[in-house]
């Protein structure tokens, strides 16, 4: 077997599947691994190819890591002249354009190595390439993983905390099974999916019932319930002379009788993302000479969306969300002077990131003139509606797009979107599946022209 090419397959799903379901992620992986089956394949790609094929599964740096951390193994072409000097001091070399190979060429064959030497490679993508590549009895610790031992040990403290998390880290290294330590992981993480799962859990049908601690927990409460009597506490073993335990729920969170061992594992508090606007406009020629083209415009190579295309966009305070002149400068900034008259609102996109509440206002500009639609700045396309749709663009610019063509002359607004709704009510929905519906919400047509 290639252990390298192992690695690399596995290294790949377990980076999609962060913040991912495995429904959305299966097609994503396929076209993946189909265009780049190795490493060496993904290290010779660009980086424009890797966000097109990301294009849509969202948390945009994983890609660009996996990238880089495959470039890094692999070795690059440098100008050694212009090497780290901790680099330089260690290499006298043959030719001015040498390839310098950090890693030989080879994965990392350790969790530990493999979290200090990658990017982006964590202590859970780490352990769950080397126990599942290279059979190392390295334990994880993921969402699945975390609800099954919190159940498993009745640890009712916040699950996020550093005391618990260690704790949680711990018995994953005691329980993998040195023998087989990657179908452990991979069973317990299958354990948490599809039987241990957040809500109504399927305990008769688990492997792990009798020595479940929460379900010890349920069945005594239930009893107790029955016999009219007082809740009794936690059942983790409790720190010695501290008063509370760190691992038992803060008595300000009692039992809930009606969720049984879903109790466990604690909710954490998460902090609501912050809100943002924008003023966005689909600046399009329809009769540019070679056919019609739309502008877009790439993003920076760091922060949200890195490196991404979009349509031109300013950021506009929430309480003057309406601000055409900014845009209009920022539209002229890209492509010279635009009549202003044909500047319209044409509704609303509010799409959420994992901190940020964006809410993009959707202007269109339609340029009649037949032009050519070259330019000399840099970052600046203008591409047909079809390679638009294949181009590395955020979800979000999507929907952006949607509203725009929904403006559109000839364009049948209600009767689709009637339609669309209909048959996705019809069908019954498989487990991970998105209803269609939200791909189109939400969007209003406030202050459209």
């Not at 003023?279 to 760091?302: D, H, K, M, Y």
């Not at 008259?341 to 993009?360: D, E, P």
């Not at 689709?416 to 009510?425: A, G, I, N, Y």
Request: charged fraction near 20%.
């Amino acid at each position: 077997m290639d252990l390298d090419r192992r690695a690399y397959a596995v290294w790949v799903s377990e980076v999609m599947l962060q913040q991912t379901q495995v429904a959305t992620v299966i097609n994503y992986y396929t076209r993946w691994m189909q265009k780049w089956p190795t490493l060496q394949d993904l290290a010779s790609a660009s980086l424009e190819e890797v966000n097109q094929l990301w294009a849509g599964l969202g948390y945009y740096s994983r890609g660009r890591r996996l990238q880089e951390g495959a470039r890094k193994v692999r070795g690059v072409k440098v100008n050694t002249g212009a090497l780290r000097p901790w680099v330089s001091h260690n290499l006298e070399p043959s030719h001015p354009n040498q390839v310098i190979e950090e890693l030989g060429g080879h994965m990392p064959r350790t969790a530990e190595t493999l979290q200090q030497l990658l990017p982006g490679v964590g202590r859970y993508t780490a352990g769950a390439i080397a126990s599942i590549a290279f059979g190392q009895a390295a334990g994880v610790v993921d969402g699945n993983v975390v609800r099954v031992l919190c159940r498993v040990r009745a640890i009712g403290a916040d699950p996020s905390s550093t005391l618990v998390s260690q704790h949680l880290w711990s018995l994953s290294q005691q329980l993998v099974d040195p023998a087989r330590p990657g179908d452990f992981n991979q069973a317990a993480m299958e354990l948490g999916a599809t039987v241990c799962t957040p809500q109504r859990p399927r305990c008769s049908q688990c492997p792990m019932q009798s020595l479940c601690r929460a379900h010890q927990r349920m069945e005594r409460e239930q009893l107790l319930a029955s016999q009219s009597l007082p809740s009794s506490g936690d059942v983790e073993e409790c720190a010695p002379n501290t008063g509370q335990c760190q691992l038992c729920a803060p008595p300000t969170e009692p039992w809930d009788q009606t969720l049984g061992v879903a109790n466990f594992p604690r909710k954490a508090s998460r902090r609501p993302p912050r809100e943002e606007c924008s003023a966005t406009c689909v600046l399009e020629q329809p009769r540019a000479v070679g056919g019609a083209r739309i502008l877009l415009v790439q993003r920076p190579n760091s922060g949200l969306l890195a490196g991404l295309w979009e349509f031109p966009s300013v950021t506009v305070e929430p309480s003057r969300q309406h601000q055409p002149k900014a845009l209009l400068q920022e539209l002229q900034s890209w492509v010279g002077p635009l009549p202003a008259t044909r500047l319209q609102h044409l509704g609303q996109v509010v799409h959420t990131f994992s901190h940020i509440k964006l809410t993009y206002q959707v202007y269109g500009l339609t340029l009649e003139e037949q032009t050519p639609v070259t330019t000399s700045l840099p970052g600046v396309r203008w591409l047909t509606r079809e390679e638009f749709h294949t181009a590395a663009v955020s979800t979000a610019m999507k929907k952006v797009f949607r509203v725009y063509e929904g403006q559109q002359p000839g364009t049948c607004k209600g009767s689709k979107r009637s339609q669309v709704s209909t048959l996705s009510r019809q069908k019954k929905l498989s487990p991970g599946q998105k209803v269609l519906d939200s791909f189109f919400q939400p969007y209003t047509s406030a202050g459209a022209p």
